[in-house]
């Protein structure tokens, strides 16, 4: 039986390259995609040049429809596209930064499933991922949660209307990727810190981590209509 196919976007960096490498481990075929050539080059050297990279910008509906084309069938999407617009005090966010946070992460989510279904077979998965601020009460979030949470809204009912193809999400915690680079390393550091102690496992979490929950979802043909928190326990001492 030929290996199947899995196709990542935003699997240049932290969790999409995480997972690619996972399921390499694992037999499948992989191919990631990324919107910088540069990114995906380095990707693909660490991965060994077992993967397959292809430019694709999840945000340009143009970029997403050419590079399913050029990438033809595959087997199961994971959309791994971050997005960090929308933080800040709710009394004195900026709507414009809300809306840029859905523009930056929902609708690219929400456009690369589509464009990916006539690749898809109907035995095959879609995985997204979202954010622990959907599901969690951090102050200073309300934009960042909006916008999680809309992803992880689309999950049933993708999950009845596509059926039988499967989808399902993964909600990080505080993962210790390239997302938090806005911060200077001390600053970040410190910030780790600070959640590991309000994190019950002890830690922030790493790339490794959510690639995990991710494979389980791609793997296991009895998984739809789920979202599983992978946070070490983070949301229950918000």
Known sequence: ??????????????????????????????????????????????????????????????SVRSGFADIGNFDHLVVALSGARGGGPFASVEISEVRGGFEQKVFPHFATAQAALPFLPSDGSITFVSAVSAQAAFPGTAGLASANAAIEALVPVLAV???????????????????WDFLPEE????????????????????????????????????????????DGGLRLAA
């Open 1 to 62: 039986m030929p290996s199947q196919h899995v196709v990542i976007v935003g699997g240049s960096s932290g969790v999409g390259l995480a997972t690619a490498s996972q399921l390499l481990g694992l037999g499948f075929n992989v191919t990631i995609t990324g919107r910088d050539m540069k990114r995906l080059v380095q990707a693909r050297d660490t991965l060994r040049g077992a993967a397959r990279a292809i430019v694709m910008d999840g945000a340009d509906a143009e």
């Open 161 to 179: 209307e596509l059926k039988p193809m499967r989808v399902n999400c993964v909600s990080p915690g505080v993962i210790d990727t390239p997302w």
């Open 187 to 230: 600053q970040r550091k410190a910030a780790f810190a600070e959640y590991a102690m309000k994190t019950p496992v002890g830690r922030v979490g790493q790339a490794e981590d959510i690639a995990k929950a991710i494979t389980f979802l791609v793997s296991n043909s009895f998984m739809s209509g789920h979202t599983i928190v992978c």
